[in-house]
């Protein structure tokens, strides 16, 4: 029993280093209690990374997911873009020369074609395609009005913010606007 408690010992990572030569056995002291608690990490270390390596070339634990929610829509009323602090708008600038472009420029007419698209589901004729309307909203050249809320005093502060910059925004009419449907609480940005 004591030569197999020595040749366990061996195992021993814990055998901490003394600067005496102990039992002629070298500059540490390893114990038979050590050795087994090496010997049962190692393999526990060794399981782990085989079971690993396993999952990984035989694609197993591999799984995709998808959740999926049912809103009812009567419950959250669509919410109107003017009513948060959501602010849409487009960054334009002129690289070469720096100077500022401005929406009624001719230069910026000429070469660029820009608009907003307002798209809206109508789920309540899924499958038929019309479920799905477009409509095009005219861009135009922000103004720091645009910027300003009734409970926001930070819209002029973000507005300076971009000089030098040329802001688009859509060119909405006051009955018109984005729309937010569903649960607020639930949308990504």
Known sequence: MKKFAK?????DMFGHVINLNFLKEGDSHKTAIGG???????????LYVFMNFKKMFLHEDDNNTTEY???????????????????????????????????????MQQNMDMYFIKKKYDWYQYPDPSY?????????????DDFIDDHDDEGPKMFDSWAGFSLIC???????DFYLEGNQAMMKS
């Open 36 to 46: 087994v608690f090496s010997f049962i990490i190692k393999i526990a270390m060794t």
């Open 69 to 107: 929610n049912l809103e009812d829509l009567e419950k959250s009323p669509p919410l109107a873009m003017r009513d948060t602090d959501f602010k849409m708008f487009h960054i334009v600038r002129k690289q070469a020369s720096g100077k500022q472009l401005y929406w009624d420029d001719a230069e």
């Open 170 to 176: 859509p060119d909405l009419p006051e009955d018109n």
């Open 7 to 11: 040749h366990v010992s061996e195992y």
């Open 132 to 144: 799905v309307t477009f409509e095009e909203i005219p861009a135009r050249q922000c103004t720091v």
